[in-house]
């Protein structure tokens, strides 16, 4: 039925002309012949400065689909806490759940790390088709949810190698089975308003070895929290950290 489908989109600011957006590449087809979209279905468009556009579909081309502007929104339903998660690479496809999900949730940035219990083995080759994959799965599920940003997916990279970044964020969270005395609870109480970005640093299948926090524990102050009496697994650590991130900041 005419004007009452709903989707949001993701463009650059170059591509709106005054009250026109010009929507190309990848995104014509899926509008005109997966979601088969028709002249005056509604669309709403997201650029990088997270301005919201609410539009309908005034023309469409082969390579182009025109909308019309009906009306632009600042509000913003991303995060107020900018939440990056290191994640150790977990084996099969768990890595997709916990992009999407995590995303769904309003994770900023995603950086898939190896660390000492890592089992999966990868190439430069395979390590950048699994990064485009993760990266569209982060779009989807942006779209899905709403969100007027696409988090950034990094390259994989060794746990040596991003520790110097992890001095720049307010907090350097690390859930560790081994950890009996703090709880991500106490942790957060310890805190005030001020906090504007946070690393969650998540280990793999078997979780983090004592040489792991051996490297991050050079790097910075990072904070090793419990999540509870029951140990969680890679894949339901860090969907659960973020949770009770939201629940402190947001909620």
């Known amino acids: 039925m005419e004007g009452i489908v709903i989707s949001t989109f993701y463009i ?11 929507i190309i590449g990848e995104d014509v087809n899926h509008i005109k012949n997966v979601l088969r979209y028709k002249i005056g279905d509604t669309l709403e468009v997201c650029d990088e400065f997270q301005k919201r556009y609410f539009t309908k579909i ?7 689909i025109v909308l019309n502007i009906i009306d632009i929104s600042l509000d913003t339903t991303e995060s107020t806490i900018e939440i990056t998660l290191y994640q150790g690479l977990p084996k099969s496809d768990k890595m997709d759940f916990i992009v999407q999900k995590c995303t769904e949730l309003g994770v900023s940035r995603f950086v898939p790390i190896l660390t000492d219990r890592v089992i999966v083995k990868i190439d430069d080759k395979n390590g950048i088709k699994k990064v485009e994959r993760w990266g569209k799965i982060a779009e989807e599920a942006s779209k899905q949810s709403g969100r007027q940003a696409v988090p950034i997916v990094e390259n994989v990279n060794k746990l040596e190698n991003i520790v110097e970044n992890l001095s720049k964020y307010d907090i350097v969270i690390v859930p560790y089975e081994c950890e009996k005395d703090m709880s991500l609870k106490s942790l957060l109480k310890r805190h005030d308003g001020n906090v504007k970005s946070i690393a969650v640093v998540i280990g793999p299948e078997g979780g983090f070895s004592e040489k792991d926090i051996k490297v991050l524990e050079k ?3 990072i904070k090793k929290v419990s999540l509870g009496k029951r140990i969680l697994r ?13 629940y402190e900041y947001e909620l």
């Open 219 to 221: 790097s910075c102050e």
């Open 234 to 246: 890679t894949e339901t650590a860090g969907i659960a950290t973020v949770s009770m991130l939201l």
């Open 12 to 22: 650059k600011s170059n591509q709106v002309d005054n009250d026109k957006i010009h």
């Open 58 to 64: 005034g023309s469409i081309f082969n390579d182009e």
